[in-house]
């Protein structure tokens, strides 16, 4: 039992970490798929065009039951996707670090963006563009209440995050990225038994997950911004001053949703038990 399970591990971490395409991944500007910062304006510029467009031209909907296949396939695919960049940005974070301070801070000036850490992010880079396709298929529902301006300002910037994250050689990737596709993993399981006619009651667990998750982010800053001034300094600290804006702007807006769509609901029904 023991053998099978060592050689499950092995074969796992060759191909998460050990493969040359992930081991020797390095992100070269202007050379690497999608390491540009035009390629970087064009796909945030034609997203926000699309989906002001599509929405616009108030397409017809698709037939619930295809919308229903076409929904679970698509979540389906980021749920095992987010939960390979899960498992092969922690294996890849095992392998690479030297130590556990290069968890919170990458040395600074010595840290370029190559190994397998950064493998995952350039796939979780690209799993963003992959995520567009969660507004297409709200469109195509008819459902203009769900496209939200958090919805759309999240999709849209996120891309440039993961970005930054890579051309800066971010701290605290490997934190970002696993805490990130953990929650990507729960929140399309929820999305894929939705689309398959179950509608979990515990979508409120999504929410708090994401709220959480934000939380969790500004503690570790602490940490990293500890050891930053502290020490020699950490690599791509401008980045995460942007990162940081933009999470303290998803909290804001996550809270936000939380209290309009459950605490209000909550007070409703709790109102109508003490009338009845």
């Known amino acids: 039992m023991k053998s099978t399970m060592d050689h499950l591990y092995s074969t796992i971490h060759y191909w998460l970490v050990d493969h040359p395409t992930v081991s020797q991944f390095e992100w070269k500007q202007g050379q690497t798929w999608g390491a540009s910062p035009l390629f970087l304006a064009l796909t945030v510029l034609t997203y926000l065009a699309l989906t002001f467009s599509l929405h616009r031209l108030h397409l017809p909907t698709l037939p619930a039951t295809t919308l229903r296949l076409i929904s ?22 095992l392998s690479q670090m030297p130590d556990t301070r290069w968890i919170f801070c990458f040395p600074a000036n010595h840290t370029p963006p ?21 507004t ?3 469109i ?49 399981a929820y999305y894929l038994l939705c689309a398959m006619g179950r509608r979990p009651r515990w979508k ?3 929410t708090n997950c994401q709220i959480v998750q ?24 401008w980045g995460w001053c942007f990162n940081a804006a933009f999470n303290a702007s998803l909290l804001a807006l996550f809270v936000d949703f939380h209290f309009k769509n459950y605490a209000k609901r ?11």
């Open 266 to 276: 909550k007070k409703k029904v709790d109102d109508k038990n003490k009338q009845s």
């Open 72 to 93: 679970a396939v698509h979540n389906l695919l980021l749920l095992l996707l987010s939960l390979v960049m899960a498992a092969g940005i922690s294996l890849s974070t």
């Open 140 to 188: 195509l529902s008819g459902s203009s209440r769900r496209l939200s301006f958090l919805h759309v300002y999240h999709h849209a910037v996120v891309v440039v995050m993961c970005y930054v994250w890579l051309s800066t050689s971010q701290s605290l990737l490997p934190v970002a990225l696993v805490t990130n596709a953990t929650v990507h993993v729960l929140m399309y």
């Open 214 to 237: 934000f939380v969790f982010s500004f503690a570790m800053s602490g940490v990293m911004l500890y050891y930053h001034f502290t020490g020699a300094g950490c690599s791509g600290i």
């Open 114 to 134: 190559r190994g397998p850490v950064f493998f995952w992010a350039h796939v979780f880079y690209f799993s963003k563009l992959l995520e567009f396709i969660d």
């Open 204 to 206: 409120v667990l999504v």
């Open 136 to 138: 297409l298929l709200i």
